[in-house]
Nanobody, 123 residues
Framework: QVQLVESGGGLVQAGDSLRLSCAAS????????MGWFRQAPGKERVFVAR????????LYADSLKGRFTISRDNAKNTVYLQMNSLKPEDTAVYYC????????????????WGQGTQVTVSS
């Protein structure tokens, strides 16, 4: 079983930065992908970014390129989401997820999910 635990969310002002963390534990595989998704109130969960663990290859939602950066620390088994120039529309619960290597932007690509961390951006 795989456990994913997000942290780092909180209340910030527009223009601030925030870094989310997702620590993975349990059964591990040498080739997999880690993704971040977010869900705003009353809206569907949507893709934010993905990183392939072994190669470091990344994929981003087009609307977030340049502001958000996904990275990983192999030694800590942790993936990060650096969020800069935050806007009120970035307010959402952010979820970490793990899927097979090469997983893309589809929710169904990911089998394991964390519990989510709330990010609130005030104007």
């Amino acid at each position: 079983q795989v456990q994913l635990v997000e942290s780092g969310g909180g209340l910030v002002q527009a223009g601030d930065s925030l870094r989310l963390s997702c620590a993975a534990s349990g059964r591990t595989f040498s080739r997999y992908a880690m993704g971040w998704f977010r869900q705003a109130p009353g809206k569907e969960r949507v893709f934010v970014a993905r990183i392939n663990w072994s190669t470091g290859g990344t994929l981003y939602a087009d609307s977030l390129k340049g502001r958000f950066t996904i990275s990983r620390d192999n030694a800590k088994n942790t993936v990060y989401l650096q969020m800069n120039s935050l806007k009120p529309e970035d307010t959402a619960v952010y979820y970490c997820a793990r899927g097979a290597y090469g997983s893309g932007s589809l929710i169904n690509d990911y089998a394991y999910w964390g519990q989510g961390t709330q990010v609130t951006v005030s104007s």
